[in-house]
């Protein structure tokens, strides 16, 4: 199971770009250009362009999680309103890596590598550089010896240099504390490229410390495949059906200026203080493939929102037995989450909603009923308009932690008040009776059905669609 397989498989889901385009802003802007359309291929640019004019015998591969629908079906499921509930089952059912000697990912080993040869995007008008940025950053515990693999933008500032920023909450950032605090260098490898199920499982939300190789296998379907690193040996496992692994040490003390870079919030994010990486080895296939993600767009969006939902969903179903389904909008960037149940205990969506707040990305969360469609916003808000009495339905949390990468968070500030909003309806006096409420605008059932029956054979292709 590798990227070359699934790519294989898309059919014409895949768009082969053969015009040459160039690894600054062009295939970003491409990525721009299929969103403001509604269009979401998967991309292979078979001809990068790098940025002294040359072209890059690796080609880039992106947008491969820009359609909701297409990660959907990586989970086993055609619906992708049930994905939240397929990534939580799978997650659940972990397989354990198994581990080999020799790799495609090392057919190619460099030990004096020049990273500008990558084809590293700079995506956007205000970055910095040229990012990394499907890039997942593995580290370890030094106290256990347990991996945490964690995708985080890497700067590629030099042949054998980079900047790596994990963000100040995360599991990696935890393991570079304790290598520094013992004053050791922080063994290092980075993996791009593998087949989309693999990369899907790597983002399981875990705890700490947990490898994420047995989620990932889960979310697959089968174990992936681990070999030590040429640098770390065993100490260090990389996927073996990778693309490209480039490994190192993060040397205690020292920091680099990030940034700016293009953020998930849609925002330029602002420069900040990144730990810098010794690049020893790049290994790779003799035919690699180089994956990105587009900063900001669904690419980089679909596939992190999709496990937060698996999170939640895991999280709150046995706060809340009467949850169905949880969203987190592409909207709301990684802020907003939709809850959505049906006939809840009173109290029982204010629990969840209160224990939605202490999930770190979120600030708002709002629990709607069974009949409200998550994945339609219009109807999200008919519910915040009609079903919603502030002093009543709604609360905040003062003092919570959020991310840094927020651009409303006032200068200097760690924590935030969130936001609770339980839109649902009041319960009904009895099982079986409608809820005291006035009834929605409907029609017979057999009058909608002779309606829809009458524009089956109606050509609509002229008509406007808003």
Known sequence: ???????????????????????????????????????????????????????SAIPVVTNLFASRARVARLLGVDDHRQAAAAFARLAATPRA??????????????????LSRLPALRQHELDAGHYITA?????????????????????????????????????NARNLAKWEARGE????????????????????????????????GGIAGEPVRLVPSVTH????????????VIEGFVPPGVRMADGPFAEYTGYVGVQTAAHAVEVAALTRRRDALYADFGAGLEDHLVPENLAMEGRLYTMLKPIAPSLQNVHVPFSGRRFHAYLQFRDPERGEVRDALAAALAYRRLRTAIAVDEDIDLFEEREVLWALATRVQWHRDAFTIDGLTHPNLDPSLPPGASTITKLAIDATLPPAS????????????????????????????????????A
């Open 233 to 244: 040996g065993a100490r260090l496992m990389v996927p073996a059906d990778a693309e490209i």
């Open 430 to 465: 009895a099982p079986g009776q409608p809820k005291p409420f006035v009834p929605a605008n409907t029609v017979d059932p057999r009058a909608l059905e002779a309606a829809r029956e009458l524009l089956a054979n109606i050509d609509m292709s002229s008509w406007p669609t």
């Open 1 to 55: 199971m590798d990227l070359r397989e699934y790519l294989a498989s898309c059919g014409p889901a895949l768009w082969r770009v053969a015009a040459p385009l160039s690894v600054v802003q062009e295939i970003t802007a491409l990525q721009h250009a299929l969103s403001d359309a509604g269009r979401f291929p998967a991309l292979l640019v078979e001809q990068p362009r790098l940025a002294d004019g040359t072209t």
């Open 135 to 171: 890039g997942h950053c593995i580290t370890l515990d030094p106290e256990s010896g347990v991996d945490n693999v964690s995708v985080q933008r890497c700067w590629v500032r030099g042949p054998r240099s980079m900047t790596f920023y994990p963000y100040p909450s995360s599991h």
């Open 185 to 216: 260098r922080a063994p290092f490898a980075l993996w791009i490229g593998h087949h989309p199920k693999v990369v899907l499982g790597a983002q399981a939300k875990l705890a700490h410390p947990e490898s994420h190789w047995s989620a990932a």
């Open 97 to 114: 890596p198994v581990f080999v000697s020799e790799a495609p990912v090392q057919q190619m080993i460099e030990r004096e590598p020049d």
